[in-house]
C-alpha cells in the first residue's frame, strides 16, 4: 500500500518533467500524509494540468462524506470492477507525482520505516484516480487515490504491495482516457522495475505527521523498530491530522 510519500523537487523542476500548463508555487513536503491535499496531474483536451486534491477518494454516489471510510489506495488487481473505483478508472485517470514514498517492514510486533526513493533522484509519477464529489448544497470536493501493485524484488523484502509507477513514455497514454479505456492500459499496472528505486532505513520521526522536514528522510545505521499497532488495509485507513501542501 502506500500511505506516506514526499515530494520534494521545485515548482520548476516538475513543471519541466510533467509538462503541465500551470505554473504553481510550493515547498518541498517531505511527510505527506492521508486527508492532506496533494498534487496531482490531468489531462484535458490534450493538455496536462496541476491540480491540487485531498488524499482520499470519496465516490460521487457517497451520501455523507463524513461517515465514509477514505479510499487511500486502489488495487489495481481489481480497480476497473469495484463499484468506488469503476467510474474513476474509466473516464478520471490522473498521474501523482512523487520523490519517493514510505513503508514499514513488519517484525512480529515492530516495523521498521523505510525510505523508498528513485536511485537516480528526480520524481515519479503513480498511478492515481480522482473524484468530484458534489454535496447537496452544492459544496465541491476532488479527491484521489492511489493505485497500488504487487510488490517488485526490492519491495517483496519490506511489504507485499507497493504503488504502481507509470512509466515517463506512458504518461500521455494513462491520462488519455477517451482514447484508452482500463483495458488498454492493463499492462500498466504492474510492479515497477526492480532496479528503480533503492530502499533507506529511516528512523520512527516519519511516523508522526507533524515532522514534515528533511530529517525524517536521514539514514539511520542500524534498524530502529517501533510497535506496529494495527495493521491499516490497502484500500482504507483512518485518516490522522488534516494538513496543508502550501
Not at 176 to 204: C, M, W, Y
Request: net charge negative; aromatic share 8%.
Amino acid at each position: 500500500m502506500c500511505g506516506r510519500y514526499t515530494l520534494t523537487m521545485t515548482p520548476e523542476e516538475l513543471k519541466k518533467l510533467f509538462r503541465y500548463v500551470e505554473t504553481p508555487n510550493f515547498p518541498p513536503r517531505y511527510n505527506i500524509a492521508p486527508t492532506q491535499p496533494i498534487a496531482i496531474v490531468r489531462a484535458d483536451h490534450g493538455e496536462r494540468h496541476f491540480h491540487l486534491v485531498r488524499w482520499g477518494l470519496i465516490p460521487s454516489w457517497v451520501k455523507d462524506p463524513g461517515s465514509f471510510t477514505l479510499l487511500l489506495n486502489a488495487r489495481s488487481e481489481t480497480v476497473a470492477e469495484k463499484p468506488a473505483f469503476r467510474a474513476a478508472m474509466r473516464h478520471r485517470r490522473c498521474l501523482v507525482p512523487a520523490s519517493g514514498f514510505y513503508e514499514w517492514r513488519r517484525v512480529g510486533t515492530v516495523k521498521q520505516p523505510f525510505f523508498i526513493r528513485p536511485r537516480d533522484g528526480g520524481a515519479v509519477g503513480f498511478a492515481g484516480l480522482w473524484e468530484a464529489w458534489m454535496g447537496a448544497d452544492g459544496s465541491e470536493i476532488d479527491t484521489a487515490a492511489i493505485l497500488t501493485t504487487g510488490a517488485n524484488r526490492l519491495m517483496a523484502d519490506i511489504h507485499d504491495r507497493m504503488p504502481v509507477v507509470i512509466p515517463e513514455a506512458d504518461w500521455d497514454r494513462w491520462l488519455d482516457t477517451g482514447a484508452n479505456e482500463p483495458r488498454h492500459v492493463a499492462d500498466l499496472l504492474k510492479p515497477a522495475p526492480d532496479d528503480l528505486f533503492e530502499a533507506i532505513p529511516v528512523s520512527q520521526k516519519v511516523n508522526a505527521v507533524r515532522n514534515d522536514d528533511p530529517s525524517v528522510q536521514d539514514p539511520v545505521s542500524e534498524p530502529v523498530t517501533v510497535d506496529a499497532g494495527p495493521e491499516p488495509t490497502d484500500e482504507a485507513e483512518e485518516p490522522p491530522r488534516q494538513g496543508s501542501l502550501f
